[in-house]
């Protein structure tokens, strides 16, 4: 599997993935940070182009996974990427708990102790933080991402591209429209409307 990004995300998704799956082949794609070198810890090859990556595509492996917890920029890396001939690909931890009675878009990342409840659907791009919850009953839209700790109660309703900060708590049955951004500790007990931002600076 192709990682998007070399840094802080993309090496805790290889600790978590290469963990559990030590046998499989990872690579990374970084064309920012020149310093990383041409393979992280001495074996996994990095990518510097674009032609690089749409040789892999075509004779490795078309899977590919973007390590960056910023919603938008999640959204527009994995658009060039599927344009490259990549296929968007989840990256659910074996040291989560990740329901299968629930629904997971393409695409998807749950890192370690991560709980996943039942009937939960989550969109394609989601991204679930270490020891984040999501009850039953939940729904989260599209490359929204759950930062470690934040927890999401019962048929609760989450849009799409937002942000729910660490330790953060949305109370059941609370609908969050799209782009909304939460900070750090909220406690949501009432609907919030598109856009909004929540216990944050609205200058930010």
């Known amino acids: 599997m192709l990682i998007v990004g070399s840094k802080g995300l993309g090496r805790e998704i290889l600790a978590s993935m290469h963990w559990c799956d030590p046998h499989d082949e990872y690579y990374f794609f970084d064309n920012v940070d020149k310093h990383v070198p041409d393979r992280l810890f001495g074996r996994f090859k990095i990518y510097r182009t674009y032609e690089a990556v749409r ?23 994995n658009r060039t990427f599927k344009n490259l001939g990549g296929d968007l690909t989840s990256a659910i931890s074996r040291l989560a708990t990740a329901s299968p009675l629930s629904h997971y878009g393409d695409g998807v990342i749950i ?16 991204f679930l933080n270490c020891a984040s919850i999501v009850a039953h009953d939940v729904t989260i839209g599209d490359y929204t991402t759950i930062q470690p700790g934040a927890k999401i109660l019962g ?11 660490t330790n953060s708590v949305i109370m059941p049955h609370v609908k969050i429209g799209n ?13 919030i409307e598109d856009g909004e931002k929540v216990g944050l600076d609205p200058s930010n």
């Open 55 to 77: 040789e892999h595509f075509q004779s490795i492996g078309r899977n590919f996974i973007t390590a960056r917890g910023n919603p938008l920029k999640r959204y527009r890396i």
């Open 111 to 126: 890192q370690p102790g991560a709980i996943v409840s039942a009937d939960v659907t989550l969109g394609e791009g989601c």
């Open 155 to 165: 048929n609760a309703h989450i849009g799409k591209f937002c942000l729910i900060s």
């Open 179 to 191: 782009l909304v951004r939460i900070g750090v500790g909220v406690i949501v007990d009432h609907d």
